[in-house]
């Protein structure tokens, strides 16, 4: 039994006793989850003792949706004291488990067990340890460009800051170094890369950086809290980066400023063999769409500020070059978006054999003029900031 709308849909897998939601669950009234209700209400009716209900497809839910399916669960749960209901997530999915570990708070026959496979198909490949030298080399490059940046847009010591998607945390570390803040609160929704943080900033004798678990779109941190409040690399990877810049906003003093990082994959750049760079890193930004995420968002920062309501809006775009340091660490950077865009976004999108291949040729050819002694190779990003006004 099924109920599918034009967003989401609910499945009752009877074998595994399972209850299966996905999709984005957006309704505007109670009455849009009329035929979703009546699917788990059939499925609670008809099944044993234990039942699982999967929220890990379910990438959206507003609280019109979670409301309607806290109250059948409740119901669900007080008519039966020896029914076990099982809420299957996800961690990548950073909303889910908070939302349903406070229902399962209150009701005892009811548990939350966090599965963690990835929503986005990088997100399992980033956090492998493995991973973790690429990303701390993408940081050093880019911070090349931006320790000349910030200033511009208004960071100076001595000011609270907010390092809001802070991944390993490398970031925030040369934030602590170079800028001094009087509090620096480190925040994500991936307990691993949280951990090497930590354990990095420790080694480093970095003890006064705040790593915080959380989910971005819906922080537990209170009003204005700080001057300057960074967001790197992460509004792109939103379907919804206006719900997230509105909490940025939030946690922003009147008068503070947000700043944000963004990339245009399709601008990727390389000579020699410019015309399969192009062409792959235009495929890109299509592999990604097809997941809703934006890796185009660059150029469009200054509208996305300005609708979020900040003013005096600065933006700057620049290229991190093969020439930035040694060229093998951008060759490195590359082999590992190859080895994740094609090696299983494009896998998990279903796109055949053929097309991985020419895929993977831009990536290689992309390394080459990377390496080669007479080639060129960029990586474009966008830096822009907003004021929020007093």
Excluded at 28 to 44: F, H
Excluded at 178 to 183: D, G, I, L, V, Y
Aim: with cysteine; glycine share 6%.
């Amino acid at each position: 039994m099924n109920r599918i709308s034009s967003s989401f849909s609910a499945e009752f897998d009877e074998t595994n006793q399972e209850i299966v939601l996905s999709g984005k669950m957006r309704p505007q009234s109670p009455r849009e989850m009329t035929g979703v209700i009546d699917v788990i209400q059939r499925s609670l009716d008809g099944s044993g003792r234990i039942i699982y209900l999967n929220v890990k497809r379910l990438t959206h839910l507003n609280m019109t949706a979670f409301n309607a399916l806290a109250d059948l669960l409740k119901i669900a749960c007080r008519a039966d004291p020896l029914r076990t209901i099982k809420v299957v997530t996800s961690s990548v999915i950073p909303w889910s488990a908070p939302l349903f570990e406070t229902l399962a708070s209150k009701e005892p026959n009811l548990s939350v067990d966090i599965y963690d496979s990835a929503f986005y198909p990088g997100q399992t490949f980033v956090e492998d340890e493995s991973f973790i030298p690429i990303l701390r080399t993408q940081t050093k490059m880019t911070w090349r460009h931006e320790r000349d940046i910030l200033p511009r847009h208004g960071l100076r010591d001595g000011l609270a800051v907010a390092d809001i998607c802070c991944g390993i945390g490398d970031f925030a570390t040369l934030i602590r170094r170079e800028f001094n803040p009087t509090r620096l609160v480190a925040l994500d929704h991936s307990k691993k890369s949280l951990d090497y943080a930590r354990r990095v900033a420790a080694e480093f004798g970095l003890n006064s950086i705040e790593y915080t678990y959380g989910d971005a779109s819906q922080m537990l941190l209170a009003d204005g809290q700080f001057d300057f409040v960074t967001c790197r690399h992460s509004l792109q990877i939103f379907d919804r980066p206006d719900v997230l810049l509105r909490e940025l906003y939030r946690i922003c003093k009147p008068g503070g400023r947000v700043y944000i990082t963004n990339e245009k994959n399709s601008h990727c750049l390389g000579e020699p063999h410019a015309e399969s760079i192009r062409w792959t890193y235009e495929q890109v930004a299509k592999l990604f769409s097809h997941f809703d995420m934006d890796v185009e968002m660059g150029p469009k920062s200054r509208r996305l500020l300005n609708d979020a309501g900040f003013d005096d809006i600065k933006v700057e775009s620049f290229m991190v070059t093969n020439l930035d340091g040694d060229p093998r660490d951008f060759a490195d950077i590359i082999e590992a978006w190859e080895n994740v865009y094609a090696g299983q976004m494009a896998v998990r999108r279903g796109d055949p054999p053929e097309f991985i291949r020419r895929f993977r040729q831009g990536f290689k050819d992309h390394v080459l003029a990377a390496l080669h002694p007479k080639g060129y190779a960029g990586w474009p990003i966008w830096a822009a900031s907003g004021r929020k006004p007093y």
